[in-house]
C-alpha cells in the first residue's frame, strides 16, 4: 500500500497570509489600506465642505456664486459615501456572521443608484436647471431618500458587528444624519449650525478614523490585506 502525503505550503509555495486574506469568488475582496486612507481624507474634506455650506450658504436661491459653492461642496460630500459606501461593501460590513454578500450587495448597489440621483439634483440646484419641473422634483427627492439609505446602513453595520468599537458606533451616529438634519433644518440658522456640526461631528471624524488607524475596528481580514 502506497500512501500518499498532501503538499506541504513549502513544496507548493503558497503564502499562508495571502490564503487568509483569498475570499470567494462570489464575494468581495477586502480594500486596500491606501484606498481606505484615502476615503477617509475624502470623508472629512466632504463632511467639512458640506458642513460650512449648511452654516455659511443655506437658502440659496438662484443661480450664482453661492449656488455653485453650494453645489461643490454637496458633490464633494456625496462623492465621499460613494468611496464609503465602497469600503463597507468590501469589508462585508453589513453581513452578520455566517451570512453572504448577495443581499447587501443589492442594498449597496440600491443606495449608490438613489446617491447618483442627489448628485444628478446637486447639479441641477448649482446651475439653477429645470428648478420645479417633474424631472428636477424626482431628483430632488433623491437627495433625502439617500439620507435614508445610509440611515438603514448605518443600523445594519452596528447590528452586524464586523466593524467594532469606536468605528462601529461612530458609523451609526454618522450615518443617521437624517434624524437630526431634516428636524433641524425647521429652526432656522441654529438648525443649519447645529446641523453642519453633526455632519462634521459624524461623517469628518468617522473619516479621522478612518485615516488615522485604517485597520482598527474593521474585519480581521481587512487588516491583513494591505499589500493588495
Known amino acids: 500500500m502506497t500512501i500518499e502525503n498532501s503538499p506541504s505550503e513549502e513544496s507548493t509555495g503558497a503564502d499562508p497570509a495571502r490564503r487568509r486574506t483569498d475570499t470567494p469568488a462570489d464575494e468581495p475582496a477586502p480594500p486596500p489600506i491606501g484606498g481606505v486612507r484615502m476615503v477617509g481624507s475624502a470623508l472629512v474634506i466632504g463632511a467639512m465642505s458640506w458642513g460650512a455650506a449648511l452654516l455659511c ?59 447618483t440621483g442627489a448628485m444628478v439634483s446637486t447639479t441641477l440646484d448649482a446651475f439653477w436647471l429645470i428648478q420645479g419641473s417633474p424631472v428636477w422634483t424626482v431628483f430632488d427627492m433623491c437627495w433625502p431618500l439617500s439620507m435614508l439609505g445610509m440611515l438603514i446602513i448605518g443600523i445594519r ?59 482598527r475596528g474593521r474585519t480581521a481580514s481587512t487588516a491583513l490585506s494591505h499589500d493588495r
Open 157 to 215: 453595520v452596528a447590528i452586524a458587528g464586523r466593524w467594532r468599537g469606536v468605528l462601529r458606533w461612530q458609523t451609526l451616529f454618522a450615518q443617521s444624519w437624517l434624524v437630526w438634519g431634516i428636524p433641524l433644518s425647521a429652526l432656522g440658522f441654529v438648525g443649519s449650525v447645529l446641523g453642519g456640526a453633526q455632519m462634521v461631528l459624524g461623517y469628518g471624524v468617522l473619516g479621522g478614523l478612518l485615516v488615522a488607524r485604517p485597520a
Open 57 to 115: 450658504l443655506d437658502g440659496v436661491d438662484g443661480f450664482g456664486v453661492a449656488s455653485v459653492l453650494t453645489g461643490i461642496a454637496a458633490m464633494l460630500f456625496q462623492v465621499s459615501l460613494l468611496g464609503l459606501l465602497r469600503v463597507q461593501y468590501r469589508d462585508r460590513a453589513m453581513t452578520g456572521k455566517g451570512g453572504t454578500a448577495r443581499v447587501a450587495r443589492i442594498g449597496y448597489t440600491a443606495q449608490a443608484v438613489v446617491l
